[in-house]
């Protein structure tokens, strides 16, 4: 079957397609949730994705039934690809209101714009199948000004775009944190805004109940303890602007 099977109850499935990505491109996840008959997918990835994706996903359900496309910022490596989806599916777009005017730059066509939902920084929720209520989350600057989380109570995933993200491991799902830290230290370090913002989304998300953190890059956190030791890793580090220097902003 197509894709990585992350949770499997009734009417409600999520899956993980994480090895489509060309080797010279940086790796990312795409994500799909299916509640009875309707479906939402996270960050579709860019054009060299797009084909191969809707192939997969079309081994589960109709792409029809894709009623949402969601969009946790503007990088290329999540919307690029925007306008095929839209093109193929009649889904609609979810994206910051910060980003909505940039996804005509990525090829959206102007008859598609009325499908785009632009969500406010607070963010909201939306229904899925009928009965499913998945939580938009802020995670403003993490990395992007603009940024939401999906927070799905259901499975009790918690798919946390760029946070979390790792580079270079060949494992699945994190079985040491510690030895796992090599593989995501230094992006957050430099992608991160700060530690304030950090501590933020840490006292956030403790109000959720997670079994699960699912990023776009790299491997995922798996059960309570692991999800507990990333929110504690998170919510002490030091990233970002705190590291900024004078040695920094020299002139070349």
């Given amino acids: 079957m197509a894709g990585k099977l992350l949770f499997d109850l009734d009417s409600h499935k999520v899956f993980l397609f994480e090895e489509l990505t060309p080797a010279s491109a940086v790796q990312a996840n795409q994500y799909l949730i299916i509640h009875k008959d309707e479906a939402m997918l996270l960050d579709p990835g860019g054009h060299k994705v797009q084909s191969k994706l809707f192939a997969d996903i079309a081994t589960l359900i109709p792409p029809n039934q894709i009623k949402y496309i969601f969009l946790s910022h503007q990088d290329p490596d999540i919307v690029a690809s925007i306008n095929y989806w839209m093109m193929t599916t009649q889904s609609e777009a979810i994206?910051?209101?910060?980003?909505?005017?940039?996804?005509?730059?990525?090829?959206?066509?102007s008859k598609?714009?009325?499908r785009v939902i632009p969500v406010d920084d607070g963010g909201t929720r939306i229904t899925l199948g009928g009965d499913c209520e998945l939580l938009i989350i802020p995670?403003?600057?993490l990395?992007?000004?603009g940024n939401f989380q999906?927070?799905?109570p259901v499975s009790k995933i918690l798919?946390?775009?760029d946070l979390g993200a790792s580079l270079g491991q060949d494992y699945?799902?994190?079985?040491?944190?510690?030895?796992?830290?090599?593989?995501?230290?230094?992006?957050?370090?430099?992608?991160?805004?700060?530690?304030k913002i950090m501590k933020l989304w840490a006292n956030m998300v403790r109000k959720l109940d997670i079994e699960m953190i699912a990023p776009q890059h790299g491997a995922v956190f798996q059960g309570k303890d692991m999800v507990e030791k990333f929110i504690n890793w998170i919510e002490n580090l030091e990233c970002?602007?705190?590291l900024m220097s004078e040695a920094n902003y020299t002139l070349p």
């Fill in 112 to 114: 598609l714009e009325g």
């Fill in 172 to 195: 699945f799902f994190v079985k040491d944190f510690d030895s796992h830290l090599k593989y995501m230290e230094g992006f957050h370090k430099r992608y991160m805004a700060c530690g």
């Fill in 139 to 141: 995670a403003h600057f």
């Fill in 159 to 161: 798919f946390s775009g």
């Fill in 150 to 152: 999906i927070y799905d």
């Fill in 143 to 145: 990395h992007s000004p």
């Fill in 240 to 242: 970002g602007v705190d």
């Fill in 95 to 109: 994206i910051s209101k910060l980003w909505t005017r940039f996804l005509p730059h990525f090829g959206l066509d």
